[in-house]
């Protein structure tokens, strides 16, 4: 099956500063979403974006899938973004996706 | 509307004890999945049903565990016998279809002593 590499997979930032969140994977995907899981348990969706580039507020994601990654863009990071974010990919004939180990992130006010 | 509904919310129960956990998926939604998330193993699918009908349970750990989804709007998780090794986060999620967005539950937080 699809190999789905995150990275890093920790990391810790002061309040306002921007980070870069990558997912790599093994093969062509059909469907890609990345996920926020908060500190209370609850996943989050962020993106679904199998291709190209997408925007919500202070957070943005790319995928090129002919190169087999995606990234998550979180600027101008909170508390509230602490978590662990999640990509999951979907690829060939399953539409199952399969979930990396995640990013945790901390970010101190 | 009313995302993916999951009950209980916590649940703690003796080594031996059956244990049902309820999963209400979004409305129109046509595939549901059972994940289970561990620290040592992550996030794990454990069993997924498209139009109904079970489709793929080879991620069901053992025949302790079973799922149904009697009609569109409900399905079950039941482990018989538990065990303390089944203590984990259950997440029900479901999709419009297969390979569109997934939306997860809340989840149900298992404890077996």
């Known amino acids: 099956g699809i190999q789905v590499e995150q990275s890093p997979p920790d990391l810790i930032l002061q309040e306002g500063a921007n980070s870069t969140l990558r997912c790599n994977f093994s093969?062509?995907?059909?469907?890609l979403q990345w996920f926020h899981q908060n500190p209370w348990g609850q996943l989050i969706n962020l993106f679904y974006?199998?291709?190209g580039t997408k925007q919500n507020g202070r957070l943005s994601a790319t995928t090129v899938a002919t190169e087999r990654y995606s990234l998550l863009y979180i600027s101008s990071s909170q508390t509230t973004d602490s978590g662990v974010y999640f990509c999951?990919?979907?690829?060939?004939?399953?539409?199952?996706?399969?979930f990396g180990r995640g990013t945790s992130l901390i970010v101190h006010p | 509307d009313a995302g993916v509904i999951q009950s209980p919310r916590h649940e703690v129960t003796e080594m031996g004890q059956e244990v049902t956990l309820r999963c209400k998926p979004i409305?129109?939604?046509?595939?549901l999945f059972w994940y289970r998330q561990t620290m040592m193993r992550g996030l794990e699918l454990l069993i997924y049903?498209?139009?109904?009908?079970?489709?793929?349970d080879s991620g069901m750990p053992e025949d302790r565990f079973s799922a149904k989804m009697p009609n569109a709007s409900f399905s079950t998780l039941k482990i018989q016998p538990s065990e303390p090794r089944d203590s984990a986060v259950y997440f029900c999620a479901s999709t419009q279809s297969l390979g569109n967005e997934q939306f997860f539950g809340p989840g149900t937080r298992l404890t077996v002593l």
């Open positions: 409305s129109g939604h046509n595939s």
């Open positions: 999951a990919v979907g690829s060939g004939g399953s539409y199952i996706p399969t």
């Open positions: 093969d062509s995907v059909n469907n």
């Open positions: 974006i199998p291709s």
């Open positions: 049903f498209n139009n109904n009908v079970p489709i793929d």
